[in-house]
């Protein structure tokens, strides 16, 4: 992704995430619902930066109590 994305690991349980790993496994899906809604790729592009910046910021506060699709 962009180089404003370094990678972070957080220990959640047992189980360590990257924000490298939640975009590859995440990142289409996410790219299709938002262009879904607005119907304009380079749009779709800067909500889905904007979603994964929001996603980074808040890694800290996964519980892991549900699964991070949700």
Partial sequence: MEDWIRMQEDVVGEMVIS???IIDQYGE???KLV???VQQE???DDLTQDIFIKVYKK????QGSSTIRT
Avoid: N, R
Avoid at 59 to 62: C, D, L
């Fill in 19 to 21: 924000i490298d790993d």
């Fill in 29 to 31: 899906d996410v790219w």
């Fill in 35 to 37: 262009f879904s809604y």
């Fill in 42 to 44: 380079a749009v779709a």
């Fill in 59 to 62: 890694m800290h506060t996964y």
